[in-house]
């Protein structure tokens, strides 16, 4: 009963900068993480990060450490990805992921009970 609805996506140049969105609408929870996975063409879902939604502890990719953050708005039921120097290598479908009935942070998207439709983030060098 959790609808998640991903945006923000689009084409960027080499070096610029993309903020994400994630609303969920339905059932809320005080609990719970929020992750985030990109999946560039003929490869496999990548983990990203993930954000305790009631305490706001977040864990990162080693990939993407020091270029993205993940925040939230708790009253607005939204996570954010914002998105630093970008490269051509972030191009990727971008999707966010509920984990509704876990205390951790999981990086597995197997973890993950609910699933955003994407967006994609295209960068041209």
């Known amino acids: 009963q959790v609808q998640l609805s991903e945006s923000g996506g689009g084409l960027v140049q080499a070096g610029g900068s993309l903020r994400l969105s994630c609303s969920a609408s339905g059932r809320t929870f005080s609990g719970g993480a929020m992750g985030w996975f990109r999946r560039a063409p003929g490869q496999e879902s990548e983990f990203v990060g993930v954000i305790a939604w009631s305490e706001g502890n977040t864990f990162y990719s080693d990939s993407v450490k020091g270029r993205f953050t993940i925040s939230r708005d708790n009253a607005k039921n939204t996570v954010f990805l914002q998105i630093n120097s970008l490269k051509p290598e972030d191009t990727a479908v971008y999707h966010c992921?509920?984990?509704?009935?876990?205390?951790?942070?999981?990086?597995?998207?197997?973890?993950?009970?609910?699933w955003g439709q994407g967006t994609q983030v295209t960068v041209s060098s």
């Open positions: 992921a509920a984990a509704s009935r876990l205390i951790g942070l999981p990086r597995v998207p197997a973890l993950y009970d609910y």
